[in-house]
């Protein structure tokens, strides 16, 4: 009585389903991506900058400035013709990669000191100034507008008035603390409906400028 071949488990020559012909599968190398250094998303084509990173998902920033959320996939990304599997982001800048402010904004290169424009941004209390300094100071020189701490706004109307404020001498105001039907609401809202449209004025109702963050 003849033998019945055993079955063989030899994947069949280009069998898509044997993980032996899957690129992927094979094992792409591994790596992290500097902060600024530009990757593709085989999948989708998305091209960006790695903005979030984790074990299932990516956020990719892209040249436009807006973000998109993508899958996390072993070899799902190449950078320099060379496909790899994203482990996650190095927060430091590449030698060569564009240098980012504080705010996270790519920072303009460096061109010396600039001669402030006369354009101010007045914010009610130090530690406000002080910390939109620290935030956005880079842009703001940049834009070469100087930030200037604004003591209480008992004597707003007359600091703006002092101030001048015209088509080359814009001015923004930030006051804290703005809570409806309080004496500094309905100043800043005499102010604004006084004010010429060289004048803004914004506030927030905290005590501190910090209690705006949300996680």
């Not at 055993?6 to 994947?11: D, I, W």
């Not at 424009?117 to 940049?142: I, P, T, Y």
Request: glycine letters at 10%; one cysteine or more.
């Amino acid at each position: 009585m003849a033998r019945r071949p055993r079955p063989t488990t030899a994947p069949v020559p280009g069998d898509v389903l044997d993980p032996r012909n899957d690129p992927i599968a094979a094992g792409p190398p591994r790596r992290e991506v500097g902060a600024d250094d530009e990757v593709v998303h085989r999948a989708t084509g998305a091209r960006g900058t790695v903005d979030k990173w984790h074990r299932d998902w990516v956020v990719l920033r892209l040249r436009g400035g807006s973000t998109r959320r993508v899958t996390n996939l072993p070899g799902g990304f190449s950078m320099h013709g060379e496909t790899f599997t994203l482990t996650g982001v190095a927060r430091t800048r590449s030698p060569d990669g564009p240098r980012r402010t504080a705010s996270g904004s790519i920072a303009a290169p460096d061109t010396g000191a600039k001669v402030a424009r006369a354009n101010r941004l007045w914010v009610e209390g130090d530690h406000d100034a002080r910390l939109l300094e620290r935030v956005w100071g880079d842009d703001l020189r940049d834009a070469a507008i100087v930030v200037e701490p604004l003591g209480g706004i008992d004597d707003l109307d007359a600091a703006v008035a002092e101030f001048g404020p015209g088509r080359h001498a814009k001015l923004a105001v930030l006051v804290d603390h703005l809570v409806p039907g309080t004496k500094e609401w309905h100043q800043t809202e005499r102010q604004r409906s006084d004010a010429s449209p060289w004048v803004t004025i914004v506030g927030h109702p905290y005590v501190d400028v910090w209690q705006c963050v949300r996680p």
